[in-house]
């Protein structure tokens, strides 16, 4: 009995080192799998983008057509960051100093680098909207709460204070892209259709890392996690993809309007220009839509835990709780044999 717990253990160890690795270094698409094994294979189909009955921004709904790409199952781990660093020595945003000519209001103190980092409100009166949000000198990727943190534990978790740019560099580095919104909707839909959450229509807390309890101040762990959880925690969806939902938002291509309209119907759309776009909350600001909701979003505040959920970001903003994963196409060959969706789940 004793042996075979001590096999049961090797052989744990040596699956968890495996799919470390295959994070790390994926092995290459063959022409029986157009995807590296750290990808999955999204099928062509047709969906209808957005969600009519709940939130104005998801609407109005398009029908879209999908191309067969690969989609990393998980989200970019801080350890596949951090391989990007050593490699090319690349400084994130915020490790930058912010430029004064950029915020020339700004004090040579206050032009730090820095991010912002979400912090639980405490206290039984009245919480002021966007109270939990705080500007941290000194937190980056490698510190995503501030100076006090650190990776420690963490090289599994999705990395998180990286903005817009970052996330592209990386992108470029790995000879990928970032997801189109439509791309990343219909792979987080995982071959469902018409339905509210990645897995069907009733909501489960156990299925993604979101908040439980009374938001911001609240947390009941009831999924097991208070902050980021490690990648693939979390049940994969019906292609393959694991934390699409919860976790962390991720970055898209697009830029970010109220509604689909700027998203011309047809095949493989996307809003590549930010001159039509806009966020009325913050007129002037050009943003990209965020997509799959995050550890902060609960019941009763945000609850964009959704395939047809989205936000806006500032492209010049990394948070913490805001990572992404990779899209790459597939080859032709392998797309007229490989891909061809099934119909769509009801």
């Not at 919104?181 to 071959?191: H, K, L, P, Y």
Request: charged share 15%.
């Amino acid at each position: 009995m004793a042996f075979y717990r001590v096999g049961y253990r090797l052989k744990a160890c040596f699956a968890f080192s495996l799919a470390v690795a295959l994070l790390l270094h994926p092995l290459p698409a063959t022409a029986a799998d157009p995807c590296p094994a750290s990808m999955a294979l999204i099928p062509s189909g047709s969906y209808r983008i957005g969600a009519g009955a709940q939130l104005p921004e998801e609407q109005p709904g398009r029908s879209l057509r999908i191309s067969p790409f690969c989609l990393d199952r998980t989200e970019v781990s801080n350890d596949r960051f951090a391989a990007f660093v050593a490699a090319t020595g690349y400084v994130t945003v915020a490790e930058r100093p912010i430029a004064a000519d950029q915020f020339p209001e700004l004090a040579a103190s206050e032009r730090a680098p820095g991010s912002v980092v979400f912090q639980s409100v405490t206290g039984s009166g009245p919480i002021e909207e966007l109270s939990w949000w705080h500007w941290v000198p000194g937190a980056d990727w490698r510190h995503p709460e501030g100076p006090g943190s650190d990776l420690s534990g963490r090289g599994q978790h999705p990395v998180v204070q990286v903005a817009y740019e970052d996330a592209e560099a990386f992108a470029r580095w790995a000879g990928q892209s970032l997801p189109s919104e439509a791309q990343w909707e219909f792979a987080a839909r995982g071959g469902l259709k018409d339905q509210v959450f990645a897995w069907g229509n009733t909501w489960n807390p156990r299925r993604a890392n979101t908040w439980q309890g009374s938001f911001p101040s609240s947390n009941t762990t009831e999924d097991g996690y208070s902050g980021t959880a490690p990648v693939g925690s979390f049940p994969a969806n019906g292609y393959g993809l694991y934390d699409i939902i919860g976790n962390v938002w991720e970055w898209t291509q697009d830029w970010y309007a109220v509604g689909h309209v700027p998203l011309a119907a047809g095949n493989d759309p996307m809003v590549s220009s930010a001159a039509a776009t806009g966020d009325p909350r913050d007129p002037g600001v050009a943003k990209h839509v965020i997509k799959g909701g995050s550890f902060l979003c609960s019941p009763d505040y945000c609850s964009r835990y959704r395939p047809a959920a989205r936000e806006a970001q500032s492209p010049d903003t990394g948070t913490s709780h805001i990572g992404f994963r990779l899209a790459a196409p597939i080859a032709a060959p392998a797309a007229s044999t490989l891909t061809t969706a099934p119909p769509l789940r009801g």
